[in-house]
C-alpha cells in the first residue's frame, strides 16, 4: 500500500479531535437567541460524544494498524480510518452552520474561524488516505 496511515497521521487526528472538541465546547455563547440555545446544547453533546467515539475508533485503528500483517489488513485498517475522521468531519460541518447561525460578533468569529481551520486540519490528515 503506498499511502499508509503514519503514526504521525494518527497523532495529528487525536489532537485534532481534543482541539476541535475544546472549541467546539467552548463555542457556545450566553447571549444567543433562545431557539438557539436548545439547538447549541443537543449539537455541543453530539460533539462531545462523537469526539469519545473518534478517540476510541483512532485508538483502535492504531493497535490493529500495527497488527497488521498483509495488504487486505492494511486496507481494513485505512477504511476504518477515513470512516471515523469522515464522522467527525460530518458532525464539525453540523456545528459550523450551528455556529454561524446562533452566535454573534466575537464570538461567532472565532468559533468560525477555529472550526474552518480544525476541519481543513482533519480534511488535510485525510487527503493522503481517503478518497
Do not use: W
Not at 487486505?72 to 475522521?85: E, I, Q
Request: aromatic fraction near 2%; charge should be neutral.
Amino acid at each position: 500500500m503506498s499511502q499508509r496511515i503514519g503514526n504521525n497521521n494518527m497523532k495529528r487526528v487525536h489532537i485534532l479531535v481534543a482541539a476541535a472538541s475544546l472549541s467546539l465546547l467552548l463555542g457556545a455563547a450566553p447571549v444567543m437567541a433562545e431557539d438557539c440555545e436548545d439547538v447549541v446544547e443537543n449539537v455541543d453533546d453530539a460533539v462531545e460524544i462523537a469526539a469519545k467515539v473518534l478517540e476510541n475508533k483512532m485508538a483502535q485503528v492504531t493497535k490493529e494498524k500495527a497488527e497488521a500483517k498483509d495488504e487486505a489488513a492494511n486496507t481494513a485498517v485505512k477504511s476504518k480510518f477515513c470512516s471515523a475522521a469522515g464522522e467527525f468531519m460530518g458532525i464539525s460541518r453540523a456545528y459550523r452552520v450551528v455556529a454561524s447561525e446562533c452566535l454573534t460578533g466575537n464570538k461567532r468569529r472565532n468559533t468560525l474561524a477555529s472550526l474552518d481551520k480544525s476541519i481543513k486540519q482533519l480534511e488535510d490528515s485525510m487527503k493522503p488516505n481517503c478518497e
